[in-house]
């Protein structure tokens, strides 16, 4: 029998959610980014200064992270609740990532809410799908991801994906995304 000496040999277990709120319960990191992580993401920075000032820099989206060692051949998965909101009239996102390991793909499965998840590769090519209950989202290897809220109430999903995929902020931080979501006149508009 062939055995692979990077994937440990862990114990099986289970584990508690609540679905309709988008918790993981006993998560081994449960992540809070406030409005005030996200200056410099959103095209009107004096909306978001003014927004982060008149609610107490208000959480913006959280990450429930599970314990799954980040090796070859396990697989992790996660919770991400995003809240409702715009700053101007820019829906509410994620700061967005590629994976660190750029062949990895991930599964957004959607439990609340309504959004889209928009996605880019290094070289361009964009992509935008809907995110709604009972909506799964298949991220390809090689794509950036964020997602957004167009709705007006948390946008809950359930993610997975390899462990070893690995999370890199900094290039979407610099490239950004070549489209935004707005809400104008009570429309979607993505330009
Ligand atoms: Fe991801």
């Known amino acids: 029998m062939q055995t692979n000496k990077i994937t440990s040999l862990i114990q099986?277990?289970?584990?508690?959610?609540?679905?309709?709120?988008?918790?993981?319960c006993?998560?081994?990191?449960r992540i809070v980014r406030r409005a005030s992580d996200m200056r410099g993401y959103y095209v009107d920075g004096d909306a978001l200064e003014a927004l982060i000032a008149a609610r107490q820099d208000p959480p913006h989206y959280e990450t429930f992270e599970c314990a799954v060692?980040?090796?070859?051949?396990?697989?992790?998965y996660c919770i991400s609740k995003l809240y409702?909101?715009?700053?101007?009239?820019?829906?509410?996102?994620?700061?967005?990532?590629?994976?660190?390991?750029?062949?990895?793909?991930?599964?957004?499965?959607c439990l609340r809410g309504q959004g889209l998840m928009m996605?880019?590769?290094a070289a361009g090519r964009w992509a935008a799908e809907p995110l709604s209950r009972n909506?799964?989202?298949?991220?390809?290897?090689?794509?950036?991801h964020r997602s957004i809220n167009?709705?007006?109430?948390?946008?809950i999903s359930f993610c997975v994906y390899p462990a070893e995929a690995g999370h890199n902020y900094g290039d979407i931080a610099t490239e950004g995304?070549?489209?935004?979501?707005?809400?104008?006149q009570g429309k979607e508009v993505i330009e």
């Open 12 to 24: 099986p277990f289970a584990q508690q959610f609540d679905l309709s709120e988008g918790v993981m």
């Open 150 to 155: 167009t709705g007006n109430e948390p946008l």
């Open 119 to 121: 996605m880019k590769t």
């Open 84 to 109: 409702p909101g715009t700053v101007g009239d820019e829906c509410f996102m994620t700061k967005g990532h590629y994976h660190a390991v750029l062949a990895t793909g991930e599964v957004y499965l």
């Open 26 to 29: 006993d998560p081994r990191e």
């Open 177 to 184: 995304f070549p489209r935004r979501v707005f809400i104008r």
């Open 69 to 76: 060692p980040e090796e070859p051949g396990q697989v992790k």
């Open 135 to 144: 909506r799964m989202v298949y991220v390809p290897p090689h794509w950036a």
